[in-house]
């Protein structure tokens, strides 16, 4: 996140965490700066050690080498304490910017916690009502399925009833013609026997007016017989 937008932060948001605010005003450094700052104190330092180590073995070849030694040492002091002290204004940035950015993580945390919290909720609360709706579906599924259930059992139980009475009722018929049996078996024998005796008579009829027909043709043959000799002579 740009310096420029935290440090907008860190003033909206200053009473959020003025309590863990330090009595040191807020650095005007950005991180590269402060970073900056630090390398080149560090170079300064690094560099007046050098400087200093070239000049006392200068010093040693002039007249006075006390009075060189001694301005070289004081150079270098005062190289090394400006160094340090940049060195340390840029530890110190560095650590003003990440509490900074620390103080404005969890300022802006703060503000979003509750919109957070309300989506959350928003969230549990809609798992719940689709959780509530798959519930309802599943026991209104249940329902129609023991419903339909019950359906077939009745039907089931119409039909096993219906079955049932209709082999009762067959069995009472075989059981009354086991009983008609023999009367009948007597009333058929008898109907045969009238069918027989009918057709025998039948019989006799058609043989009496057979020998009657052949009676009457050999009268009738005769009749002519005699009427042809008759008229011969």
């Known amino acids: 996140m740009p310096i420029g937008t935290l440090l907008a932060f860190a003033l909206m948001f200053a009473h959020a965490f003025a309590s863990a605010q330090t009595a ?19 170079a300064m330092k690094d560099e007046a050690q ?4 070239a000049e006392r073995v200068a010093c040693q070849s002039k007249a006075i080498a006390i009075s060189c030694m001694s301005s070289a040492k004081e150079k270098r002091i005062e190289a090394v304490r400006r160094g340090e002290t940049m060195e340390r204004e840029g530890h110190k940035a560095e650590r003003e910017i990440h509490r900074l950015e620390v103080e404005v993580k969890a300022a802006k945390r703060a503000i979003e916690a509750p919109a957070q919290e309300a989506r959350q909720q928003a969230d549990v609360e809609r798992y719940r009502e689709k959780e509530e709706k798959r519930a309802a579906e ?66 006799e009829r058609a043989r009496s007016y057979a020998e009657v027909l052949k009676r009457r043709e050999a009268e009738e043959a005769a009749k002519q017989a005699a009427a042809a000799g008759a008229s011969a002579r």
């Open 24 to 42: 040191d005003a807020p650095t005007s450094l950005s991180l590269d700066d402060a970073r900056a700052q630090r390398v080149r104190g560090k």
């Open 138 to 203: 599943r026991e209104r599924s249940r329902v129609e399925e023991s419903a339909k259930l019950e359906q077939r059992r009745s039907k089931l139980a119409t039909e096993r009833a219906a079955q049932q009475k209709k082999l009762a009722e067959r069995r009472q018929e075989d059981a009354k013609l086991a009983e008609k049996a023999p009367e009948n078996a007597r009333k058929r024998a008898e109907r045969e026997q009238q069918h027989a005796d009918r057709v025998k008579k039948i019989d």
């Open 50 to 53: 050098k400087t200093y180590e």
